[in-house]
């Protein structure tokens, strides 16, 4: 599949006076933020860095952060509308990802249900990162789930010290783009500043039915002193994406082309299923010939899913928003010893919308008559699935280093509540079948608190 992105960038920085607080000093606060889950210099683990020049220029390309990981060794990504937005996953040396423990300035990224993080609307994160870390195996990781594949650490950029605006855009094939801005006011007072920045990305996408809209935002505001920080970050992403989960897998296996000639991903294309979704559309069946009918060309024939009103199922989406707020105070008293401690919240809620054909009604627990009295055993449906989530924490570290010792030691607390719902939004009527249009078939109330302790030592 071929592609063109044409990347178009903008940035203007106005100089300040020589402040009181230099830059050096702010990253060396920044690198105590992340002291507990990331490696040091020539520590016997596999590790690879991405820096913030690299993080910046990928992020103007709209594509989700799980494909720069890619470029590091042990990494595999891939997406479901065939572009790199949108819904993505990884694995690091072939673990999953509840196996991938992610943190954000030291405070776990994964879902405490799942222990997963969702990478369909943090396409734009690498614009606000200033580097990532990401180990191979256990690893250090300190805090959060279970490192069994890798660690990724991201870590936020250090706020720019002189007054600075960055636009950024980038237009490619089926009518993808990607636009951004990102500000800092500078250093006010000689001692506050705020920084902000926007990034957004949308897609008709590669796969029918996967058009979709997501993006992301921070804002904060920080108090610098010669070796005293505290930082309020407020960062969200958002999501609008067309889905194509199910796939089209050639062979036997997939039920909807067992039998066919189909064997491989050249076969789909040649056979006009190159950018087929099941989720969006069905194959046309013969039931009498019990076979998938072609046309002139060989080329097997598709259909769209029909509503009672005459309209097309538009299509499955994927719809979330999550928004993260963290409180940092960061104090380096002296050479040897550093302070760290972070409150966090995260509020998240989304939900999905899927057009089930054909399906039994006591899938969803129902039973339906028509209006003789006679069992009805299927229908067409659309259910909406979500869920919503709160998770608060506070995480604190202290680190002790001279020239012979390196201790760190801290206690991470975190709390989650959550709740998931479904709803039934649409049941194929034609007349005669009750109406269960806005039923609440499923109900389910979530809660986990996790505690760790950690103690390092390492002697040089």
């Known amino acids: 599949m071929k592609k063109l992105l044409v990347f178009a960038a903008l940035t203007c920085t106005a100089s300040v006076q020589a402040q009181k607080v230099d830059t050096l000093a702010s990253q060396e606060l920044q690198e105590v933020v992340v002291a ?27 594509r989700e952060l799980p494909f720069l990981f890619a470029y590091t060794p042990g990494i595999f990504a891939w997406g479901e509308n065939g572009l790199g937005t949108g819904t993505t996953a990884m694995r690091i040396r072939g673990a999953g990802g509840s196996r991938i423990n992610i943190t954000l300035d030291g ?45 990724i650490s991201l870590a936020t950029a250090t706020p720019n010290q002189q007054p600075s605006a960055e636009v950024s855009g980038s237009f490619g094939t089926y009518n993808t783009y990607n636009t951004g801005v990102k500000f800092s006011t500078g250093l006010l007072g000689n001692h506050f500043l705020f920084d902000g920045a926007y990034h957004e990305t949308a897609t008709d996408g590669f796969l029918h039915g996967t058009a979709g809209r997501s993006g992301s935002y921070y804002g904060g505001l920080t108090y610098l002193g010669d070796n005293f920080q505290i930082r309020y970050k407020n960062i969200g992403n958002f999501e609008k994406t067309g889905q194509a989960w199910n796939g089209v897998v050639a062979g036997n296996s997939d039920a909807t082309l067992m039998g066919s000639d189909i064997k491989t991903y050249k076969d789909l294309y040649e056979r006009g299923l190159g950018r087929f979704n099941p989720l969006y559309e069905g194959l046309v069946f013969d039931y009498d010939k019990w076979t998938f009918p072609t046309d002139a060309n060989g080329k097997y024939q598709t259909y769209r899913y029909k509503m009672d009103n005459g309209s097309y199922w538009e299509k499955t989406t994927d719809n979330f928003y999550q928004n993260h707020n963290i409180l940092s105070a960061v104090w380096k008293p002296n050479t040897a010893w550093s302070h760290n401690i972070a409150l966090h919240y995260t509020y998240g809620h989304g939900y999905y919308n899927e057009f089930r054909p054909n399906n039994k009604f006591s899938k969803f627990g129902l039973t339906a008559n028509d209006i003789n009295g006679k069992t009805i055993k299927r229908s067409d449906f659309v259910r909406k699935k979500g869920l919503t989530q709160h998770t608060y924490g506070v995480l604190y570290n202290a680190n002790y280093k001279n020239d012979s010792w390196d201790l760190l030691g801290g206690i991470n607390l975190q709390q989650f509540r959550g709740n998931h719902f479904g709803y039934l939004t649409y049941v194929a009527n034609k007349g005669q079948v009750q109406d269960f249009t806005g039923l609440k078939y499923y109900d389910s109330d979530g809660k986990k608190n996790d505690y760790s302790f950690f103690a390092k030592a390492t002697y040089h």
């Open 107 to 151: 405070v776990s990224l994964n879902s405490p249900e799942d222990q997963t993080v969702f990478w369909a609307n943090m396409n734009s994160y690498g614009a606000l990162m200033g580097s990532v870390q990401i180990q191979r195996g256990i690893g250090t990781s300190t805090n959060g789930d279970g490192a069994f594949g890798g660690s």
């Open 36 to 62: 507990g889950v990331r490696a040091q210099k020539n520590a016997p683990f596999a590790v690879a860095n991405i820096k913030k020049a690299e993080l910046s220029n990928f992020s103007k390309t709209g």
